[in-house]
């Protein structure tokens, strides 16, 4: 539910052509990507559990698009929801990134 709320939402803020594609479109791929390596070791008995990476990825994404919500309310013209929105992407890749180096042995298995 949480990747519904938040993917929907930045598609959103991309049609306002507030937050660019490119920023939805890297995190779609992750958790497409993500969800793939988890139906795949779900194959295999295989459960791939929440790591604090994509915890913190979540928590920085939600953050991030309060910040959308509000427009940088009370930080006035300081981009706050571009720089937590950047961290968030940074942390979506170092996740994905993460889940496949864990969980290798299980793309092995296909």
């Known amino acids: 539910a949480d990747k519904l709320l938040v993917l929907s939402t930045m598609c959103m803020f991309v049609a306002l052509k507030e ?5 939805f479109i890297i995190i779609l791929c992750r958790e497409l990507a993500v969800d793939g390596l988890r139906l795949v070791a779900s194959t295999q008995d295989v459960v791939i559990a ?10 920085l994404q939600m953050i991030a698009l309060i910040f959308y919500f509000t427009n940088n309310a009370p930080f006035g ?12 992407l940074i942390m ?16 092995k298995g296909a």
């Open 50 to 59: 929440a790591s604090n990476y994509g915890k913190y990825k979540t928590t």
């Open 77 to 88: 013209t300081f981009p706050i929801k571009q720089i937590i929105m950047a961290l968030a």
């Open 19 to 23: 937050l660019p594609a490119y920023v």
């Open 92 to 107: 979506t890749i170092i996740s994905g990134v993460d889940y496949f180096i864990k969980n290798k042995s299980a793309l």
